[in-house]
Structures are given as C-alpha cells and as structure tokens.
C-alpha cells in the first residue's frame, strides 16, 4: 500500500542539539510538506516542497531546516535555534496535476524536551 | 494570508443526532478549494469532503455534507446521524487555485465529542 512514513513516532532532544525527523513517501506525489501542531492552533505550515532541490518557508519556519534531494523524502530538522520545539510534527503529500488533490498525512512524530 | 476561522473550539453531540461546525475564511481570491479534515484520537489526518468554489451545489459524502455560502465565506460541516466513531478533532482547510500552489491553511480544529 502506498503511504507516508514518518520517524520516529516519539523524539527526545535535549537543550542545544539538533534532531532530524524523517519523512518518506511512495506515492509519487510531487510536493511535500511539515506543519507542526500545538494545542488549540490548529497545523501551522513550516516548509513545503513542490520539486526536488527546491523548498520553501512557511509560516514559522524560523528555527528549522530541510531538504529535498529525492521525490520520496523530505526531512526536517529542528536546530537548537527552535527554542520551543516541543510539539506534534506532520509531514504530508501531495499531487500537483490539480488543485481538488487533497493532502495525504503520515501519522506523526512527537517531539519533546529533555 | 489567507486566514481560516473555526469559531468553536469544542462541540457535543448526542449519538444518532446531527452537529454543525462553523469555518470562516477571509480571501480576495475568486477560485479555491475548501476542505474538512478529521483527526480522531490516533492523529491520523482523514479527508472528509472538498468543494470548489465555483461549483454551486454543495458536496455530500455520506451522512457528511458541507454548507458552502461563498459570498458569506462560510463553510460549515454538518455531520448526521452521529456515530461514536466521528468523535475527533475537525479542521477546515484552505486552498488558493492559482501561482502553482499547493499548500494548504488550516483553521484552530474544532474538537467533536458524541455522548452515547
């Protein structure tokens, strides 16, 4: 079955290291992108990729970092610069030969301070 | 910025019974899609229903139906014959049809509770 699988379910980090969260997708979708969940605020954008080698920021992308070699994968990673990193990450995907496509999620990554 | 307003952080419905949840959005644009996402307990985001702006005739998916006044910009879900199973977190989402542009904006969800 095609899908969006994302690592690990849960993460820890502890005060000034960086963390990657890993993002991988076998649907052939041409875009991907991160939203990050608090409570009570909805998914707030991060960054988003519509072609490999190219992303764009989002709406809070201050404090995080990714990159697209390969159609199927797009990590992001939260640097120590994120100084509230504790939250719900999604990653989804995709089509872009028309705009009625809706985004497919992967399940998640939980991210929390040490 | 496109801006999505779900005005009800909580609602409570009786099983069996229908519920109704609000989405405003505020846009310039002419031409857009609206969605619901569902996000039960397990946080996997599911895709409820879709409507395009220019279509005229409201999009029903089973007991989901939405309620789309375009000159209001509203869009509310209605959800009948409640079952245990729709209890989740809804999220009304935005997207513009132009620039080749996929990405989508999200309102705050509201979280749907039914009392057996």
């Known amino acids: 079955d095609g899908g969006i699988t994302q690592s690990p379910k849960y993460l820890f980090r502890k005060e000034g290291q960086n963390v990657t969260l890993s993002c991988e997708q076998n649907l052939n979708h041409d875009a991907m992108y991160w939203y990050r969940q608090d409570p009570g605020q909805g998914l707030r954008l991060i960054y988003y990729s519509q072609i490999v080698n190219d992303f764009q920021k989002g709406d809070i992308a201050e404090g995080y970092s990714v990159s697209r070699e390969k159609k199927e994968s797009f990590p992001l990673t939260v640097t120590s610069a994120q100084k509230n990193p504790t939250a719900f990450y999604l990653c989804a995907s995709s089509r872009k030969d028309s705009y009625n496509q809706p985004q497919h999620f992967g399940d998640g990554t939980r991210l929390s301070i040490l | 910025a496109q801006t999505v307003t779900q005005s009800q952080p909580e609602m409570s419905v009786q099983e069996a019974e229908t519920v109704t949840l609000s989405c405003t959005y505020d846009?310039?644009?002419?031409?857009?899609?609206l969605f619901w996402y569902k996000q039960p307990p397990s946080r996997q985001m599911i895709l409820v229903i879709r409507q395009e702006a220019y279509k005229q005739q409201n999009a029903t998916e089973n007991r989901f139906s939405v309620n789309f006044q375009k000159a209001a910009k509203s869009f509310s879900l209605k959800i009948s014959d409640s079952q245990l199973g729709d209890a989740a977190m809804y999220f009304c989402a935005y997207r513009i049809t132009r620039s080749n542009d996929y990405k989508l904006s999200f309102g705050a969800g509201t979280t749907v509770t039914v009392r057996a």
């Open positions: 846009t310039s644009e002419s031409d857009y899609y």
